[in-house]
């Protein structure tokens, strides 16, 4: 059986090893043909797995001795050569790995990506995609740029748009995805210059199908597969709905059981409130891809727990599975 091989960058997340490979041997024992390298320091791993029940075959170890810290910057990925998440990149780069996921430092994380791996030809800048619940069940929502940059311009949002439309496609199997750009209105002149020139080239791609601008308040809708933005406003459209979604659980926890005579009703409604919290909990969706790259890279939250993990491996897994990349360069039509 051929493997597929995720080079996982174990160090430097916010809450250690334990959730990043208690993550791994659970997606390892729901996918046959996964193959897992842990790389990070090699004493403190094999102490955790003496602890696990796994499959030794398919569970390797890569040793390094330095670690790219939270607080540490881009510049980090050259003075610390030997850290996790650069190794980890390398073993992409040298073909032992199909894949490389990461909770570590963003920034590092993307400029190692970049400068190891490379870009794609004609992609001038990365992004990143995570994938956000709908008030539709079973339908999610592609973001991008979600923090990969901090400014972009309207030719980057549309290579996004070709990108995330052969991602979706192969990945979400949405035969024609539609895509939005996110704008203060839905008019094609509302936005800055960066948004009427990414809508004007949108629109005469004639290999996507892109349906105009579309607010923020629609972004749980379901009504579009993909929401193109640049990376500021992404990221911070990414950040507001998951506070606000995690923000209104915990109100309408606390409203149900303030009293009595509350908590004796709220008991007939225990199962509709789990199936909207699980519909809307990001955990379940945490990880994005960086778009963009020669390769397969995934980066979870630093403060990710195990259900976290195991969502950007699983997805991770399925980029490897689906052949993501060639389909991404056959959408830009590169080699």
């Known amino acids: ?11 430097g997340s916010d809450n250690g090893l334990i959730p990043a490979v208690d993550a791994a041997i659970k997606l390892l024992y729901e996918r046959n043909d996964l193959k897992i390298i842990f790389v990070g320091n090699e004493i403190e791993i094999n102490e955790l797995l003496k602890t696990k029940k796994y499959d030794k075959k398919r569970i390797e170890i890569f040793n390094t001795t330095e670690v790219i810290e939270m607080t ?32 570590g430092a963003t920034a590092p994380f993307i400029a190692g990506c970049v400068f190891i791996l490379k870009t794609l030809e004609g992609v001038k800048k990365t992004a990143f995609m995570p994938v956000m619940p709908t008030i539709k069940t079973g339908k999610v929502v592609l973001l991008l740029d ?15 748009a070709s990108m995330a439309n052969a991602y979706a496609k192969v990945i979400l199997g949405v035969v024609d995805p539609k895509i939005g750009l996110l704008n203060v209105g839905e008019e094609k002149t509302k936005g800055l210059d960066y948004h009427r020139e990414a809508y004007e080239l949108m629109s005469k791609n004639s290999s996507i199908n892109f349906v105009g601008n579309v607010e923020s308040r629609e972004l749980a809708s379901g009504d579009v597969d993909i929401l193109v933005s640049d990376g500021l406003t992404g990221n911070i459209t990414l950040k507001a709905i998951e506070g606000m979604a995690k923000n209104l659980m915990k ?6 059981t303030k009293t009595f005579f509350r908590k004796l009703k709220a008991l007939g409604l225990r199962k509709a409130f789990k199936e909207v919290a699980a519909k809307f909990d990001y955990k379940n969706h945490a990880g994005a891809i960086l778009l963009g790259l020669n390769n397969i890279a995934f980066k979870s939250h630093g403060s990710s727990d195990m259900q976290s993990f195991h969502a950007t491996l699983r997805m991770t897994y399925e980029a490897i599975k689906n052949d993501v990349i060639n389909k991404i360069k056959s959408a830009l039509k590169v080699n």
């Not at 979600?146 to 996004?160: M, P, V």
């Not at 109100?251 to 149900?256: F, L």
């Open 1 to 11: 059986m051929e493997f597929k091989t995720i080079a996982f960058d174990v160090m």
């Open 72 to 103: 540490d910057g881009i510049m980090d990925i050259r003075r610390k050569k030997n850290s996790s998440m650069v190794k980890a990149i390398e073993l992409v780069k040298n073909g032992k790995a199909d894949a490389v996921a990461s909770g």
């Open 146 to 160: 979600a923090g990969a940059n901090s400014e972009n311009s309207g030719a980057d949002l549309e290579k996004f």
């Open 251 to 256: 109100e309408i926890k606390a409203a149900i």
